[in-house]
């Protein structure tokens, strides 16, 4: 590099020396790697001067032909190392499309001038460089910081994986049929629209929109949300007046993208739900490799422009995680997440987990795929895809991986205490696990979901009734579905009538609400109206459990049989557990507790629920339940 090795620049508490090559803070030496280091360098070389993509890659790597990942790769690297997030603007900002400023004031001295003693020197070392796809990028040692919000995005709380999102409250509707409370200061992320010619990146469009959700989540002040209620619009190109009334929002956050090969165009769009006046739009015309900084740049344009309408001048962003990996990795780890989500069969999981071991095959330290690929085992074992001894092994092995990785992470902890609760049934090891995720993101919907759930396996139902009820804040449609299976348990039958109509009420579709519904009906003795429910359940496993048990309070055996064999037929691999449920009400305990013990083999999810099912009064006074309970270590 052309630098005077004679000078050293200053800069808010750094010092950087040219000649000896090193980055230092209070004295102690910051680790660089080489080309981390020439740019840097050259930046603050240059201070204030807007510095093209093409000029530094002709300066870092003056004789090498490279891709432009390498230099977004250093760039991220030099942030982690300054301690500065892309849309802090106190060092380096990028200029969209064009290149990097370096902002943050430089002063020079003598070297000569220089106190105490030289720090180390930062030796040369090996780089690999992007080379017909092979690139990988020079991570330094501290982990990168992540939200992987869930999945989520996990097992048969998948549902509720929804990215994490800011704990203030924004619904206080509390009539089912009255639409939500209207904050001015709150907003929903529709899902983005692919308009891609070949209509091949949902996955992408997806990812950017939950990962606006969590960004946007982390504003003080900005309720948002969550991931679950805001998706049941896509594809529906439903008017904004009407999502905004629906949401019980101010704003819409909507937009599109469109990709052809390494360039994508991302258009967005925020506008006022109430009189549909746009209050900002912009469009990004980028390289796939700056996804990040388009991220990071459409979540500063709409929190700017919903601070100047709405919040105070004072609130601001939270510390938005650092995500440094490769576009390939990213790119994978999206497609991963995409499958997951939909995991509709067999076939979108099997898809879910190659994706993933692309992604940790071109980056084995990128936490956050390390905890999907948690999320995907523990669900593939749980439906008896995977052996459920090597695959809830391999699961653990991935979340203790995403740990080490980077520990503070809270969805590495919500996928470890997943494997506790569904294979181990390591209750004290979940509840801390889970406690550990709480306390690195207090106000993530799912860390609270998983521990009210938690305290249903341990029979504590009115704690996890109190916990769910904050969760039907953050999200109304999927906590009042587990909400009002809750209450059902508790015998406060209208209560949980009232959660799940409240549930309907934002989708009508919500896939196990009628089901709780007629078995609210059968617990009052009110067969004939249990039929009629169940027949708008679209769950099929939880629409032919109820079945058999309406049809055979209603005296109708034949019809009650026919529902159980469709069961066993088509689920009795993935719900064991169901079908003991039935046998059990229909008095056949023999039956029951074959199935039980074939849920326990398996390790069901389902039989967490042993010791709080309405379903299996029958069975309670048996020595074998209280058996399997000791054997769970419920007992």
Same mark, same amino acid.
């Given at each position: ?46 201070p204030g001067k807007m510095l093209s993509k093409d000029e530094l890659l002709k300066e870092i790597w003056p004789d090498t032909f490279v891709e432009e990942v390498n230099l977004a790769v250093n760039i991220s690297t030099l942030r982690k190392v300054l301690g500065e997030e892309p849309q ?7 200029v969209a499309g064009k290149g990097y400023r370096f902002v943050a004031s430089v002063s020079r001295r003598s070297s000569s001038e220089s106190n105490g003693p030289n720090p180390a020197r930062v030796e040369p070392t090996s780089e690999r460089v992007a080379d017909g796809g092979s690139f990988r990028p020079q991570v330094e040692s501290t982990p990168a910081l ?197 995991? @509709? ?6 898809? =879910? *987990?190659?994706?993933?071991? !692309? %992604?940790?095959? #071109? &980056?084995?330290?990128? +936490? ?87 305290? @249903? ?6 704690? =996890? *009734?109190?916990?769910?009820? !904050? %969760?039907?804040? #953050? &999200?109304?449609?999927? +906590? ?156």
């Amino acid at each position: 590099m052309p630098l005077r090795t004679q000078e050293i620049f200053e800069f808010e508490g750094f010092a950087l020396d040219p000649g000896e090559r090193t980055l230092t803070r209070a004295g102690v030496s910051l680790p660089l790697t080489p080309k981390a280091f020439d740019t840097l360098a050259y930046l603050v070389r240059n201070p204030g001067k807007m510095l093209s993509k093409d000029e530094l890659l002709k300066e870092i790597w003056p004789d090498t032909f490279v891709e432009e990942v390498n230099l977004a790769v250093n760039i991220s690297t030099l942030r982690k190392v300054l301690g500065e997030e892309p849309q802090d603007r106190r060092f380096i900002v990028t200029v969209a499309g064009k290149g990097y400023r370096f902002v943050a004031s430089v002063s020079r001295r003598s070297s000569s001038e220089s106190n105490g003693p030289n720090p180390a020197r930062v030796e040369p070392t090996s780089e690999r460089v992007a080379d017909g796809g092979s690139f990988r990028p020079q991570v330094e040692s501290t982990p990168a910081l992540g939200r992987w919000r869930a999945g989520i995005f996990l097992a048969v709380l998948a549902v509720l994986m929804i990215a994490a999102i800011g704990s203030i409250l924004f619904l206080k509707s509390q009539r089912v049929n009255r639409q939500p409370l209207v904050e001015t200061n709150s907003v929903a992320v529709l899902p983005f629209t692919d308009l891609s010619q070949s209509k091949d990146q949902e996955y992408f469009s997806d990812g950017l929109s939950e990962e606006l959700i969590n960004e946007l989540g982390k504003v003080p002040g900005l309720k948002v949300v969550p991931r679950s209620s805001a998706f049941q619009f896509k594809g529906r190109n439903e008017d904004v007046r009407s999502v905004g009334k629906r949401l019980g929002v101010a704003n819409v956050l909507e937009g599109s993208v469109h990709r052809e090969g390494n360039r994508i165009r991302i258009s967005a769009e925020l506008t006022k739900a109430g009189d549909g006046f746009q209050l900002w739009s912009e469009t990004y015309d980028r390289k796939i490799d700056d996804i990040f900084a388009v991220q990071d740049e459409i979540s500063r344009a709409v929190t700017s422009a919903l601070r100047m309408k709405l919040l105070a001048p004072a609130g601001g962003t939270g510390a938005s995680p650092s995500r440094i990996t490769n576009p390939e990795a990213y790119e994978a780890y999206l497609q991963s997440q995409y499958f997951f989500r939909r995991g @509709e069969d067999r076939p979108d999981l099997e898809k =879910a *987990i190659t994706y993933n071991d !692309q %992604a940790i095959k #071109l &980056d084995g330290n990128y +936490a956050p795929a390390w905890a999907l690929r948690s999320s995907i085992l523990t669900t593939m074992s749980s439906l008896g895809l995977r052996d459920h001894r090597v695959g809830y092994t391999e699961a653990r092995q991935a979340a203790e991986r995403a740990i080490a990785l980077d520990p503070q992470l809270a969805a590495d902890y919500v996928s470890l205490a997943w494997v506790q609760l569904s294979y181990e049934w390591d209750w004290a090891g979940a509840d801390a696990s889970l406690k550990k995720a709480a306390e690195l993101d207090p106000g993530d919907l799912t860390v609270l979901s998983y521990r009210s759930y938690l305290y @249903e396996c341990l029979g504590k139902i009115d704690e =996890a *009734i109190a916990m769910t009820q !904050q %969760a039907t804040a #953050l &999200d109304p449609e999927r +906590a009042n579905l587990y909400l009002g299976d809750l209450l059902y348990i508790a015998g406060r039958y209208d209560e949980a009538t009232a959660a799940l109509e409240k549930g309907l009420s934002i989708n009508p579709k919500l896939e196990g609400a009628h089901s709780n519904l007629s078995q609210i009906l059968i617990a009052k003795h009110q067969p004939e109206l249990a039929l009629e429910e169940i027949a708008k359940e679209p769950g099929e496993w939880e629409r032919l459990t109820v079945q058999a048990i309406t049809y055979y309070d209603l005296g109708r055996r034949k019809e009650s049989d026919a529902a159980l064999a469709k069961l066993v037929a088509t689920h009795g691999t993935d719900s064991p557990y169901q079908v003991a449920q039935v046998h059990a009400h229909r008095g056949e305990t023999s039956q029951a507790f074959e199935w039980l013990e074939r849920a326990y083999r398996e390790h069901d999810p389902g039989l967490n629920q042993i010791k709080s099912d309405p379903l299996l009064t029958p069975l309670r006074s048996e020595e074998r339940y209280k058996s399997l309970l000791k054997r769970m270590r419920l007992g």
